[in-house]
């Protein structure tokens, strides 16, 4: 079965970097694109980034572009998420979703869900 | 940006109740790449309703999902126990992924 584990989260500084990695399995890898979404304390959804099944296309919200860069291992099936000059409302619960596309018919959405790594940026 | 705006902000309801919940697209989206969630606290989130009106697998058929263009529905026809959670609605265009604020499904 479908399987996504991230690591990597924990406590660190403003400003300070820190990179989440997410181990994927039970599919095959290099074809689904896969994105990170957050969810801050007390607040919604917020989807983060996401990267082509051949990681040359990547994409990001405004509000972490040119901060935070989204790479991918497809060899070793994994996941990255580079976190640089973190701030306190970075401060969320990062999830590894690996995406559902059908070219046929345009349908996408996010299929599965890893079990997700906080990040805490606090001084 | 393609902004989501879910409705009400709460639905408080008793367990046996229908769950209505509204999602409108600030801009008219193919109905195939609306989907909605569902979010428990401590858990990640699921995947409920695809393309707008499509079950999941393993997602019962109280659950059924309606609309097009800029507005879209997520209906529960008879709530149990294990629905009340939070619901967000999503939409994928291309190049970026919003989601709507979410709606609380709480228990009366």
């Known amino acids: 079965q479908v399987q996504l584990e991230e690591s990597g989260g924990g406590v660190v500084q403003p400003g300070r970097s820190l990179r989440l990695s997410c181990l994927a399995s039970g599919f095959s890898f290099s074809r689904y694109t896969l994105h990170w979404v957050r969810q801050a304390p007390g607040r919604g959804l917020e989807w983060v980034a996401a990267i082509s099944s051949d990681g040359t296309n990547k994409f990001y919200a405004d509000s972490v572009r040119g901060r935070f860069t989204v790479s991918r291992d497809n060899s070793g099936t994994t996941l990255f998420f580079h976190m640089d000059s973190l701030r306190t409302e970075d401060t969320a619960v990062y999830y590894c979703v690996r995406g559902a596309y059908y070219s046929d018919t345009g349908t996408y959405y996010l299929h599965y869900w890893g079990q997700g790594t906080l990040v805490t940026v606090s001084s | 940006e393609i902004v989501l705006t879910q409705s009400p902000g709460t639905l408080s309801l008793s367990s046996g109740e229908r769950a209505t919940l509204s999602c409108r697209v600030s801009q008219s989206v193919s109905s195939n790449q609306l989907a909605w969630y569902q979010k428990k606290p401590g858990q990640a989130p699921r995947l409920v309703i695809y393309?707008?009106?499509n079950r999941a697998s393993g997602i019962p058929d109280r659950f059924s999902g309606s609309g097009s263009g800029t507005d879209f529905t997520l209906t529960i026809s008879r709530l149990e126990p294990e629905d009340f959670a939070m619901y967000y609605c999503q939409q994928s265009d291309r190049s970026s992924w919003t989601f709507g604020q979410g709606t609380k499904v709480e228990i009366k």
């Open positions: 393309a707008a009106s």
